[in-house]
């Protein structure tokens, strides 16, 4: 038996599971979207998740036709009839079927999906090694023309992002807004570690507010460890102690190289490898 797919109330198999060509998901990448990780049988941070997914469904005027906690039961659900305890779950809600103009108002009924599967987990080698990434020419949407807050089904700008990465031979690619300050990866948040400070880009530099990005920030206040959210320049990235991104499939990756500058020694560093521990900690006890 195949992968079974929740789509619009149901559990059908992932060869049924399909949207009308007239969903505006598809037609104008109207909707949103969440990665989220489950662990032993618990979903990680899944309020949080939720919060954000319906955060994003009212800044673009989406209303969900559930309720929260419905929500949540759907992806438990999703995961019991997969047999998953460890999974990646894909939730995207699209504004659904309407015509072909962009008028949302034509879109009645959102198109409500949830995938489970098994997690790809990033080769060991990241982890030990640790990433070489580069900057990228693309930069970070304006928060002015689309809010990088909104996890929206518009992920083109990411993609471009990714492709120049790949093009260079990376796995991630680092964005700059528009002010010309470090943003973020196309599906990370950065950090750095300098001096014993634990660096990360505001909210206003415009990224994305990740959920994996608030634990760390916690789990280091926790340890008494200084933490600033402040605008970065490429060049404090370059010259840091240490630096790691965050994402929930990533969970803590450290980054040993950035634009061919070696980080800290070129070995992932002593507190990112101490924070990865303390994560990997909180998702073991669920
Ligand atoms: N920034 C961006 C732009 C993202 O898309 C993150 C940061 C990290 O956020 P969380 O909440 O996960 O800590 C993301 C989310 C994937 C995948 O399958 C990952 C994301 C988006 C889309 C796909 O690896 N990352």
């Given at each position: ?50 919060k ?19 929500f949540?039961?759907a ?8 047999n ?34 098994d ?63 470090v ?10 570690v ?41 060049y ?50 669920g």
């Open positions: 038996m195949g992968l079974k797919v929740y789509i619009d109330g149901k559990l059908v198999e992932q060869e049924q599971a399909a949207v009308s060509v007239f969903d505006h998901g598809l037609l104008y990448g109207d909707g949103i979207f969440e990665g989220i990780r489950a662990y032993n049988g618990t979903i990680f941070k899944a309020d949080e998740h939720i954000r997914l319906y955060n994003s469904a009212k800044a673009i005027m989406l209303r969900i036709p559930m309720e929260p906690e419905e949540k039961k992806m438990y659900d999703t995961m019991a009839a997969n998953l305890s460890d999974a990646y779950i894909r939730v995207v809600v699209t504004r659904g079927p309407g015509d072909l103009g962009l008028d949302p108002r034509k879109c009645p009924t959102p198109s409500i999906i949830i995938i489970t599967a997690i790809q987990l990033y080769p060991e080698e990241f982890y030990r090694k640790g990433l070489d990434i580069v900057t990228v020419s693309t930069r970070r949407v304006n928060s002015s023309a689309l809010s990088p807050r909104i996890k929206s089904c518009n992920y083109l700008n990411n993609i471009m992002a990714k492709l120049e990465g790949i093009r260079a031979g990376c796995v991630e690619a680092l964005m700059l807004n528009s002010r010309g300050e943003a973020e990866c196309t599906g990370d948040n950065i950090f750095i300098d001096g014993g400070v634990l660096s990360t880009p505001p909210l206003d530099a415009g990224i994305l507010g990740g959920i994996t990005r608030d634990v760390v920030i916690k789990i280091a206040r926790g340890e008494s460890m200084p933490v600033r959210e402040s605008p970065l320049t490429v404090e990235l370059y010259v840091a102690d240490e630096c790691f991104l965050t994402g929930s499939a990533a969970e803590i990756v450290p980054v040993v190289c950035i634009d061919g500058r070696q980080i800290g020694d070129g070995t992932p560093g002593k507190t990112t490898l101490q924070l990865l521990a303390k994560f990997r900690q909180l998702t073991s006890e």
